[in-house]
């Protein structure tokens, strides 16, 4: 007998594989049905795969191998998000150029890639670092900026002092850079923004046209951030010159506009706040509002709206008088109001609003109810409420603000009336008397892409000698990136130093043309590389017509939970733009969305270096084997569940293939199915067609873990016969070849295929086989024999109890009484006692 020496077996097919290029596909072939299953690609880092990729690159693998079983022509790319912070950070302590790092990590990568055999063919790959990919990311921002859909501002933007960049919303984590953890600085910076609030209705209801997880599209929804609300115009009153407000009517009345989403508490209303950023503020001469305004400067937003402390200042001389009952009220500066979002102030109700509430106990002021719940004790159940109960009032004014909705109290003509209603009729009076309009807002903001960094692909803009940006022609890209540059950070973008650029610009553009030193936000870069895949070599456009119609929208997509915020939107969005632009037919790009679980050490603690528990994938491939690693990774847990990797337990794995191995060596493979009875033979059918059909619908749900268990007791069943019928094998061994190519592909050819496994068809099953042979089952009630009924040998206690019930014989003696005890003997007999 044959040992298995995974080592071996792993190295020949994998050479074999390459020499033969049997992943290599016919990327205009669309006679077959296409399938595109894509893996979120890796960043090159120096560390090399991490175990993470390990399960969700197998995961993908499988689906390929299994739909091109199948008989799809699939499409399942790779590449690398070459661009980034850690290239560069390595070049500044190093010197080494990030090309260099770059090339080499890829290398490396591409080598773990091929020992897990992942069927990746590298020589379609993508590297958005390559000038031939970021030459159509330019391109794309070139069709954004001539539609409007990228323009340049100087804004309040999160600055990264240890970084030196600018980073997007989504980077900050608590207030802190998500890559190295500084402190996030608010600073006044010019930078590109990406339009992306253009589609924000659309990115929210699209969501319901694609198949993801519900939390990822709940996530995505609630970062987009609808809410539907009203404008509401508060005339200023006894407005002193230093208040600088728009004017909104011609007879000169000045407003200051709040936004709120409920505007049926407006009777409530007991003061203003406008944010610090609030244009009414410009030019104020209040020193103690100038102090609040300073120390509001260095604040993140993520800061000023957790905080649990609120602070603000009053601002003398200026009231606000509410539309609804000309109530003068006072106006405050608060930062728990935000300059960006809304009209960046707000009608403050404390007895409705948390937040309100909080800054009007601090600061002693009013506090006015407009809303009380339905029924109970408030008396507020039917549309006549003109009395409030006191007791009622009080007990909510204790405890905090009430923010359900109910019913409106002392609100004018709309007391009594619902809120929801009241809302509606509110807002209608608004727009008559031109005191404001419904509005809807977004969380969403514009994607600000300009990094002050030397790692990312150009921004394609040069600027004229009078300041005024100007894009790039088409045919002066790819706009190489410099490599004269010195990488030490100094706030300054790098490609500021670089002579080249600037003899570049200037022999191109003229004298005193100057070109834009920011780089892009490598998020840009992946948010399209799904459409570049089917057609990497591809000069003259980003993707042909007729690929893109071949190959997208991707059919699976799998990748990592934390991505919903950031790419998972940023590429929905893009698809949508350059949908808009006309480049592309579809909505969606990613049809299916699965993500993996986290890998974790066998205690459940995250890998860190720190911790000093991080696994190698190379370690566990040269110890276990590259088809056990695989097959332990998709077994021990559902993919989208953590993964607690246990070298104890990975052996498990290794005795299953083993198994697998043993029978093909030393049991008779037989030709002849006489050769064994005809009991033997319907039963490993009967077993063999139930396990074609699981693996089958276990894939198709990616339920890998159960279509492996399914197999292991396959192969269990399969060590008790002396004899085993060829075509059984072959049809398991195809079964099995998705999760561990290796060893099923070893074993396929020492059966005497000449042809690859891979080019096999994918093993089909007979319904009727899989049905289990039926038996008699003797019921018994109070040990007398009343019914022998026929049911499915494999029928379980409760299936068993369900059918005997049925039976009128049986009914006929436990009417009436009570079950005290069943006994089932499996395919036997059912003994009721009552
Ligand atoms: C009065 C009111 C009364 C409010 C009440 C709520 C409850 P979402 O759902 O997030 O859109 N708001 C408006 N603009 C704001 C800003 N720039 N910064 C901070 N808060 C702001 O929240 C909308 C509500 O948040 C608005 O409705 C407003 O407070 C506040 F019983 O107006 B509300």
């Known amino acids: 007998m044959k040992e298995y020496n995974h080592k071996k077996i792993e190295e020949k097919w994998q050479k074999k594989w390459e020499e033969t290029k049997i992943n290599k596909i016919d990327k205009d072939n669309d006679k077959k049905e296409k399938f595109y299953v894509l893996d979120m690609f890796p960043y090159p880092s120096g560390t090399g795969l991490h175990m993470g990729h390990t399960e969700s690159y197998t995961a993908s693998d499988v689906i390929y191998r299994f739909k091109k079983l199948q008989g799809f022509n699939v499409l399942h790319p790779q590449g690398f998000d070459s661009f980034g912070l850690p290239a560069e950070n390595y070049a500044i302590k190093t010197g080494i150029s990030p090309q260099k790092t770059t090339q080499e990590n890829m290398q490396n990568y591409i080598r773990q890639m091929k020992s897990l055999g992942l069927a990746y063919d590298f020589d379609e790959k993508l590297v958005t670092s390559s000038p031939k990919y970021y030459k159509w990311t330019q391109w794309i921002f070139g069709e954004f900026y001539k539609n409007g859909l990228v323009y340049k501002k100087t804004s309040k933007t999160n600055w990264c002092p240890s970084c030196q960049t600018v980073i997007a919303n989504e980077q900050v984590v608590d207030g802190k850079c998500e890559r190295c953890g500084a402190e996030i600085e608010q600073r006044e910076v010019p930078g590109w923004f990406f339009k992306i609030t253009d589609f924000a209705q659309e990115l929210i209801d699209d969501l319901d046209n694609v198949d993801w997880p519900e939390y990822t599209k709940k996530n995505q929804r609630n970062w987009i951030g609808r809410s539907e609300g009203a404008i509401v115009k508060f005339q200023i009153s006894n407005s002193k010159d230093q208040i600088n407000s728009k004017s909104q009517n011609s007879n000169d009345k000045k407003f200051i506009e709040v936004f709120t989403t409920r505007v049926d508490t407006i009777f409530g209303c007991t003061y203003v706040v406008v944010a610090p950023e609030h244009e009414i503020l410009n030019g104020i001469e209040d020193e103690k509002v100038k102090d609040y305004l300073e120390k509001a400067k260095n604040k993140t937003e993520m800061e000023r709206m957790e905080a649990k402390k609120k602070t603000g200042v009053k601002i003398e001389g200026l009231k606000a008088i509410n539309p609804f009952n000309n109530e003068e009220v006072p106006v405050f500066v608060a930062d728990y109001v935000i300059g960006s979002y809304g009209t960046g102030a707000v009608m403050a109700v404390p007895a409705h609003d948390e937040r309100d509430w909080e800054f009007a106990k601090k600061y002693n002021l009013d506090i006015k109810i407009s809303v009380l719940s339905y029924g109970g004790s408030t008396g507020v159940e039917n549309n006549n409420v003109k009395e409030i109960n006191k007791e009622e009032i009080e007990k909510i004014i204790g405890d905090g603000a009430f923010i359900n909705y109910g019913y409106l109290v002392n609100s004018g003509d709309f007391t009594g009336m619902k809120s929801e209603r009241a809302k509606n ?280 873990n159960t279509a492996i268990s399914q197999m292991m007791i396959f192969v269990n069943e399969c060590s008790r016969y002396d004899k085993l019928p060829k075509d059984a094998i072959e049809k398991f061994l195809i079964l099995l070849a998705p999760f561990a190519p290796h060893i099923t592909e070893e074993i396929w050819q020492s059966l005497g295929n000449e042809k690859s496994i891979f080019e096999a068809e994918w093993s089909g099953y007979d319904e009727e086989l899989t049905k289990d042979d039926e038996i008699e089952l003797v019921v018994q009630v109070n040990g007398k024999v009343r019914d022998k009924i026929k049911v499915s040998a494999e029928i379980s206690e409760d299936e068993a109890r369900e059918e005997a019930l049925k039976s009128e014989k049986v009914q006929k003696y436990i009417e009436g009484k009570e079950i005290k005890k069943a006994i089932y003997v499996k395919g036997k007999l059912l003994s009721i006692v009552v």
């Open 425 to 704: 009729e509110m807002t209608v009076w608004l727009e008559e008397n031109n005191l404001g309009r419904k509005q809807i807002n977004y969380r969403l903001r514009d994607w600000s892409i300009s990094r002050q960094r030397y790692w990312g692909c150009p921004i394609p803009i040069v600027y004229s000698p009078d300041g005024e940006p100007h894009l790039i022609p088409e045919e002066h890209l790819p706009w190489k990136l410099p490599e004269d540059v010195d990488f030490v950070p100094t706030g300054v973008s790098p490609l500021a130093k670089s002579d080249e650029l600037k003899k570049r610009t200037e022999e191109i553009f003229g004298e005193g043309w100057t070109p834009e030193y920011d780089t892009m936000d490598t998020f840009v870069d992946s948010s399209w590389y799904f459409l570049r895949y089917p057609d990497v070599h591809n000069e003259k456009e980003f993707c042909s017509k007729s690929r893109l119609k071949n190959w997208l929208p991707v059919d699976v997509y799998i990748g990592g939970a934390e991505h919903t915020y950031m790419h998972l939107l940023f590429a929905r969005f893009f698809t949508k733009a350059l949908k808009k632009l006309g480049y592309l037919e579809f909505d969606e790009p990613f049809m299916k969305l699965r993500h993996q679980g986290m890998v974790l050490d066998k205690d459940g603690n995250k890998m860190s270096k720190s911790k000093g528990n991080v696994i190698n994938p190379d370690d566990m491939v040269e110890r276990f084997g590259a088809d056990a690693v695989r097959t332990y990774m998709l077994f021990v847990a559902p993919l989208e569940d953590a993964v607690m990797w246990n070298e104890n337990n990975i052996v498990g794995i290794v005795r299953f293939l083993e198994k697998v191995w043993k029978i093909s060596q030393d049991k008779k493979i037989i030709k002849d199915k006489k050769e064994i009875t005809e009991e033997e033979l319907k039963a490993l059918n009967n077993l063999l067609h139930k396990t074609i059909k699981k693996v089958t619908q276990d894939v198709e749900e990616f339920s890998f």
